[in-house]
């Protein structure tokens, strides 16, 4: 856990020197953004096949979600995988879902992966908890921590 909250840390600071000097401190209601992190465990495949895969998938979603801000850390062994995307809002987030389940990296993720815990950080929309409920995904709420938008 300390791993992956250094991850998230080092994560906000990288995608925020981008930006410029017109930001805006939100209050976390004010605050659209939703940020997935997705604890996975590997299956049977050698620790190479993982990180070549995994490279591949985020790669695929930076090139196709340009909007997306999408990283992951695997563990040393191999066994473990978080991935961490944050979203513009919940509407982003739904989309991803949708063209991730009809997108050709879906079964071949549930062949490398097991879904261990799926938090969302965020004020998620009815209808993100909505889309995520019927696709069968069980999903941790958490609020935002706050955050900074371009103005």
Known sequence: MKKIFTLLILFSLYSCQDMDSNLTVLDNSDSEEITFIIELNTKENS??????FTQYLSDFIVQREPSTVYGYYMSEDGKKVTLIERYNNSEDGIQHGVDFINGPNFDKFFEM?????????????????????????????RESIGGYVRR
């Open 113 to 141: 992966f097991e879904i261990e815990s799926f938090i969302t950080i965020g004020n998620a929309s009815d209808e993100f908890k909505e889309f995520a409920s019927e696709n069968g995904f069980i999903i941790e709420y």
């Open 47 to 52: 620790k190479e096949e993982i990180e070549d």
